[in-house]
């Protein structure tokens, strides 16, 4: 019986993902590093550190100048997020949380970004969401179960009473380490271990969804 949500929200809610990208490439291009749109689908989903490990490959760098581009990358990430407004959600989520909400479902967000509540606050979703999982909430991150786990307890739930969406393969994989239930949005390539694949949340409802989920045998 579900009784909660718990959303992702870079990529799910808002597509962030693109704003990460153009943060990384101004980063990559000050280093002069090859980087490019088709690299950056390697970090979707990816933590801040792992996202600039992938980016620097066998690169030697010191542990000062890591540290030193992580804060680089994010400062031009922190500017980029400040000009978002609600316009910014991705199609069809508001209506989704909207729905969710009117049924007395629980709403969660279970991100592995540090600025995750700056940009709930932008979306202006601030007064939707029951709790917030964010960079700051666990130390393992996806695709371990922590940060989904930390969620559903801020909600009271259970993790067989939870939905998770992703868009990312690592956070569908925490999702299931979870035991909750995984609805994953994109290419089957990337998300195709969830319960329930679909292309995005255009179009969907928490009426179709609790058909497509109850109808799967666990
Ligand atoms: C999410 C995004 C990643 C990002 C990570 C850390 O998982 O999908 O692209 O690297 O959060 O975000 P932060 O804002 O803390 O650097
Ligand atoms: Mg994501």
Redesign the pocket.
Known sequence: NIQGFIF????VLTD??EL?YLAWQKLADEEGIPFNREANEA??????R??LMLIIGDRAYSEAQIEEM?ER??RY?VELIQHMTPKDLLPGAIALLDELRQAGIKIGIG??????QTVIERLGIADKIDAIA??YSVQQ??PAPDLFLYAAKQLGLEPEQSVVVE??AA?VEAALAAGMWAVGLGPAERVGAAHVVLPSLAGITWADLRVKLSNIAR
């Open positions: 992702d929200l870079d990529g962030t993902a990460h970090l979707r989903g990816v933590s801040r792992a996202s992580m990358k994010n990430y991100s592995a970004s540090k600025n995750a964010d960079g991150p996806k868009d990312a956070g």
